[in-house]
């Protein structure tokens, strides 16, 4: 009967318990993700309102390691900035920002051939100054526009292929850049297609 009373004791003290930590669990409050305000840090040219309306992501959802890419990946996706990172801080999101720059100007100087070599072979330039100024036109990489690297970069990509495919196996190309104090970048290209290299034949060897 006493062992039996025992058991019983415990029993009540393990409800108890439960009891206990139920209530301390439902009592807690559960941290919430939901985002109230959502800053961005380090914009100069670029406007808040306007990048908040491209966002898919909006105060009042709630926030989470996934929407965190995928605001990164929107963002990047505008072709404004170079480097993107996201905080969180309580209900407010921080979205920190590198800014591309915008472009000054675009100079593009074509190295003209030796004129006594060109007068014994004549060549002319593969790409004219109009085919370069509108490939500059259509990728939006004039005076005004937003520069990023990978438009530089695939600009240089387009003439290094160009080059190639016309024959100019040893085309050089170089270029300057420099940023001022409004984030303003100047560039400048310097292409020298040198020599076209003609192949006067061609053997293939191999098991027949």
Do not use: C
Request: charged share 20%; glycine share 4%; proline share 2%.
């Amino acid at each position: 009967m006493r062992k039996s009373q025992q058991q019983v004791k415990k029993m009540k003290n393990k409800i108890i318990q439960l009891i206990v930590i139920l209530f301390l669990f439902i009592s807690t409050p559960v941290h919430s993700n939901i985002i109230k305000k959502i800053n961005f840090i380090g914009l100069n040219i670029s406007s808040e309102n306007a990048l908040l309306d491209t966002l898919t992501f909006k105060i009042g959802q709630e926030f989470s390691s996934y929407k965190s890419d995928q605001l990164i990946q929107e963002l990047f996706q505008t072709g404004y900035f170079s480097n993107i990172s996201i905080s969180k801080n309580n209900d407010e999101l921080n979205i920190t920002v590198d800014e591309n720059p915008y472009i000054k100007f675009f100079d593009i100087e074509q190295v003209q051939p030796n004129p006594w070599q060109n007068w014994i072979s004549p060549q002319e330039q593969l790409l004219s100054d109009k085919v370069l100024s509108d490939y500059l036109k259509d990728n939006n990489l004039v005076a005004g526009e937003i520069y990023s690297q990978d438009k530089f970069d695939n600009f240089i990509s387009y003439l290094e292929n160009a080059y190639s495919s016309g024959g100019f196996f040893n085309a050089e190309i170089s270029h300057e850049t420099e940023i001022d104090s409004e984030n303003r970048i100047a560039l400048n290209l310097i292409i020298n297609q040198g020599r076209k290299v003609k192949i006067s034949s061609m053997k293939i060897s191999g098991s027949s």
